[in-house]
């Protein structure tokens, strides 16, 4: 019963484990590159292939990779005409 829990817990914290993935740079044209990203990320970040993601240059602090989402459209009010 108790090698059961251990076990467990122990995929539990597995799944949350910092790996470190190491990857080339390939150049795909004179102005833009490919980094292949791992099955087991795009996976775990649910997804899907020709989905759209977003990229924002930290500056020294590195590069974050997140979903896109659409900006929302911003509403015209409508005038109230009363006579």
Do not use: A
């Amino acid at each position: 019963m108790y090698m059961r829990t251990y076990i467990r817990e122990y995929i539990r914290k597995q799944k949350y484990m910092r790996k470190i993935f190491i990857r080339k740079l390939q150049k795909t044209s004179t102005h833009s590159y490919v980094i292949n990203i791992p099955k087991e990320l795009i996976n775990q970040f649910k997804w899907c292939e020709k989905q759209k993601i977003e990229i924002v240059f930290k500056g020294k602090k590195g590069i974050v990779i997140k979903d896109y989402k659409k900006p929302k459209r911003k509403r015209k009010k409508k005038e109230n005409k009363s006579i």
